[in-house]
Nanobody, 127 residues
């Protein structure tokens, strides 16, 4: 199993960035997919999640209206479109996959360490 993030980098406040995660080694279509982030000195927090049936998306309040998650089962990828970025969005972003759609509906979104995780990618937003 492999999850590989791409698309991170350094942007200025107000700009946009799209993160992508490509998965391999498991039956992608049956998994809920998520994005998490961890800022320096802080705990990892859930950012967004999309259910396996692509019918339900969930976001942490701080990114609602700015971030959009989408999945492509054919390419086994999912993206996080991030608009109107703020310095407080600076973090290492992780993609993750879980068999449990219920994980998406939890508040906060909760994936387990035993779920599939990417290695993380840096996003830095300068003011």
């Amino acid at each position: 199993v492999q999850l590989v993030e791409s698309g991170g980098g350094l942007v200025q406040a107000g700009e946009s960035l799209t993160l992508s995660c490509r998965a391999s080694g498991f039956r992608f279509a049956g998994y809920a997919l998520g994005w998490f982030r961890q800022a320096p000195g802080k705990e990892r927090e859930a950012v967004s999640c999309i259910t396996s049936d692509d019918l339900s998306t969930h976001y942490v309040d701080s990114v609602k209206g700015r971030f959009t998650i989408a999945r492509d089962n054919r390419d086994q990828t999912w993206n996080l479109q991030m608009n109107a970025l703020k310095p407080e969005d600076t973090a290492v972003y992780y993609c993750a996959a879980t068999l449990y759609d219920s994980s998406c509906r939890m508040k906060p979104i909760r994936f387990m360490p035993s779920d599939y995780w990417g290695q993380g990618i840096q996003v830095t937003v300068s003011s």
